[in-house]
């Protein structure tokens, strides 16, 4: 292999395998970046792929390709090494026993590989129709639901996002719990979304790497389908392709509740930041605080008998009758972080009842959070 490459393509690529290339020493290959130039010619590309065996990146970038050929190296350190160069062209060259030469301006560094054949193949997925959606609609809907999902790795069908079409086709929707709180958010989409396999639970770390996808400065729509065991996103050369979780997703639409009579909207950065101070003081391991609504007002409040107690006031605009029930802080910001709107609408039933948390005036996206006795 030896070829030419614009640092700021290479360095694009390399920045977006970091987070899945697998740092644990039980396969050490996956620490390791496969490149590939597979054709020989001035206009020809230059392929990276990682994997840890669960989620699977192949990127494709332009480059001047003298000699195909391909090897593996240190995913981290080649970009350590490519982020330091100057903004020229990079020279690599694979040698025989599959070191990586590389080389830019008066710069030169060898890094020792492996060869190409030995790195793992990376998850498959070829559906025959993929689904194009808006990136920032996909950001969204990730953003409001990932806080959610259960990193008890015992609860496995918990440790993911649910995906589901709906009724006519022309919505989606994500739901997310790990038993303590729940976040679902629902999306109208353009066109027909028949060709997506409905009901998958995609994976945190899967998830994730979507995310930064959808995120990039370019990402204007993203194709994505989904298989009975595998999902695929693509924006333009980039594929992701991950393993979906097996397993069935809980009956989510009966821990909504319903049928909620107290009502009251306040600020974000208000609720937000009062919750905050006073959860200083709560106890370590609940993370409880106190919430006291009653006329014309919302006591938010905390006790530890080690450290002291903490409270706070807030005006609001409630009428109805009281109510003292508690929550662990922590899913109470989450779940007013995730709105991000202005305001917030919480509904009570009752003391023992859960609390639904959701942008004054837009029900398709939620958040359940399960009280504390206190």
């Known amino acids: 292999m030896k070829l030419t490459i614009h640092k700021s393509e290479f360095l694009r690529g390399l920045g977006r395998i970091q987070s899945i290339v697998e740092k644990r020493n039980s396969m050490p290959i996956l620490a390791n970046v496969l490149l590939d130039a597979p054709k020989k010619g001035k206009d020809c590309r230059l392929i990276l792929s990682a ?6 990146v192949r990127s494709q970038h332009p480059a001047d390709v003298a000699a195909a050929g391909g090897l593996t190296v240190s995913a981290k350190k080649l970009f350590e090494i490519v982020r330091e160069l100057p ?10 026993n599959s070191y990586l030469e590389i080389r830019c301006n008066r710069s030169r560094f060898t890094l020792a590989g492996t060869a190409a054949e030995e790195y793992p193949t990376l998850p498959e997925f070829s559906p025959e129709k993929t689904v194009p959606l808006p990136a920032s609609v996909l950001s969204a809907m990730i953003e409001c639901t990932m806080y959610a999902a259960s990193v008890d790795e015992t609860r496995y069908n918990l440790n993911g996002v649910y995906f589901e079409v709906l009724g006519d ?8 719990t790990d038993g303590h709180r729940l976040a679902c958010v629902d999306r109208p989409i353009e066109g ?12 945190r770390k899967g998830l994730g790497e979507l995310k930064r996808l959808v995120d990039e400065v370019d990402a204007e729509e993203i194709e994505i389908a989904f298989g009975s065991q595998s999902g695929l996103a693509r924006k333009g050369d980039v594929s992701l392709v991950m393993r979906l979780i097996e397993g069935e997703f809980p009956n989510y639409a009966q821990v909504i509740p319903k049928d909620l009579g107290r009502h009251l909207v306040l600020s974000s950065e208000a609720l937000a930041q009062s919750v905050r101070r006073v959860a200083l003081l709560s106890s370590e391991r609940s993370r409880a605080v106190k919430l006291e609504l009653g006329q014309g007002q919302l006591v938010i409040s905390s006790n530890n008998p080690d450290l002291g107690d903490a409270r706070e006031e807030l005006d609001v605009d409630y009428a109805g009758d009281a109510l003292t029930v508690g929550f662990n802080a ?21 003391e023992l009842s859960p609390c639904r948390i959701s942008p004054p005036d837009d029900e398709t996206t939620l958040a359940v959070v399960m009280p504390m006795r206190i």
């Open 192 to 203: 027909d979304a028949s060709a997506l396999t409905s009901g998958v639970i995609i994976p």
């Open 169 to 176: 086709r022309s919505e989606i929707r994500m739901v997310a």
């Open 51 to 56: 994997t840890d065996l669960e989620v699977g």
């Open 330 to 350: 922590r899913y109470l910001l989450d779940a007013v972080g995730a709105t991000r709107t202005k305001e917030v609408r919480l509904s009570f039933q009752d």
């Open 87 to 96: 903004d020229e062209k990079i020279e690599l060259e694979g040698t025989a």
